[in-house]
């Protein structure tokens, strides 16, 4: 199992570990700050060992990195992770926006339900089945999500249960969201958000969200 340093420090951007395994281009590690994809967050982006990350896969409890070639360490020796910081920085900050946005919007309307959700570093997005335009209830999510980061309260991430690595994030008086991603310490570094209403079919439609 690999130790998901990220959960405990996702500010960390630097770390010397231990390799696990190696077979041609893939690697494991004792340790690691370097997330993988996982609840529509996308990887990191940064190098092992001064090799390029190409993929990141959970695979169970274990994280595997593709490198960008065939590394010329081997199990047992220490190589440093570094990862790209501005990238992981947005990422958070999106992911965030979206799970706020997403938990205002199941409380305002418990019928609308989310059949996608993707975090980049440039946008996120949720997707929902929606048989009317959701452009008219955006000013109004928008206005109470930007109210929740405003109020700059501490965002409490940990574990719900340890041996299936359940974790979930908390603000007192708005709510508690199971979640494996990386979070803020504080809803005030999301800054400003611009949500936009995009339409992805019948049925469907798709809120983009942003930072201004």
Not at 41 to 59: H, L, P, R, Y
Not at 140 to 146: R, S, V
């Amino acid at each position: 199992m690999t130790s998901k340093v990220f959960w405990i420090n996702p500010y960390q951007t630097e770390l010397s570990s231990i390799v696990s395994s190696v077979e041609g281009c893939d690697i494991t590690l004792q340790e690691t700050i370097f997330y993988a994809e996982s609840g529509g967050q996308e990887s990191d982006a940064g190098t092992i060992g001064g090799i390029s990350v190409v993929k990141a896969t959970k695979q169970g409890k274990q994280i595997v990195y593709t490198l960008a070639e065939r590394p010329c360490f081997d199990v047992g020796d220490q190589v440093e992770t570094n990862i790209d910081w501005p990238r992981r920085y947005a990422l958070m900050k999106l992911h965030f926006a979206a799970e706020v946005v997403l938990e205002i919007f199941t409380k305002n309307y418990p019928q609308i339900d989310k059949v996608g959700a993707h975090i980049s570093a440039d946008k996120s997005r949720i997707d929902f089945v929606w048989s009317e335009n959701i452009n008219t209830l955006l000013p109004d999510i928008q206005e109470q999500a930007q109210a929740i980061i405003d109020g700059n309260a501490n965002i409490e991430s940990a574990f719900s249960d340890v041996c299936s690595e359940r974790r979930y994030w908390q603000v007192n008086g708005f709510a508690k969201v199971p979640c494996g991603g990386t979070h803020l310490k504080r809803t005030g570094e999301v800054g400003s958000i611009i949500l936009k209403r995009k339409n992805v079919g019948k049925g469907k439609e798709r809120v983009e969200i942003t930072l201004a």
